[in-house]
């Protein structure tokens, strides 16, 4: 099965910026919303923000402002710049699509690999 592919993350100082990128499977029937959430040690996997196949954004008011998400529908792909960030920021940061694999079927969900994101001076 082909797995997304997911690419961006690194250190950055506090302040800096940082362009995350993930790819969904190409033979697809159909892609609707995509996302991107992050986890920090310790805690939770949360919502960053989503946007929708008809491009309505939706973020976390701790990134609102700050970070955009954008897609790529021609190249399924989903897009996550990230400016002025914060050491609050630090966490693994993982896509997500809703996807159709066939022409009858349902969307179902699935995760890219996860991408480390560092803020430290």
């Known amino acids: 099965q082909v797995h997304a592919v997911e690419s961006g993350g690194g250190l950055v100082q506090p302040g800096g910026s940082l362009r995350l990128s993930c790819a969904a499977p190409?033979?697809?029937?159909?892609?609707?919303?995509m996302g991107w959430y992050r986890q920090a040690p310790g805690k939770q996997r949360d919502l960053v923000a989503t946007i929708n196949s008809g491009g309505s954004t939706n973020y976390a008011d701790s990134v609102k402002g700050r970070f955009t998400i954008s897609r790529d529908n021609a190249r399924n792909t989903v897009y996550l710049q990230m400016n002025t960030l914060k050491p609050e920021d630090t966490a693994v940061y993982y896509c997500?699509?809703?996807?159709?694999?066939?022409?009858?079927?349902?969307?179902?969900?699935?995760w890219g690999q996860g991408t480390q994101v560092t803020v430290s001076s």
């Open positions: 997500n699509a809703n996807i159709r694999t066939s022409r009858s079927g349902t969307y179902t969900s699935w």
């Open positions: 190409g033979s697809i029937f159909g892609i609707g919303i």
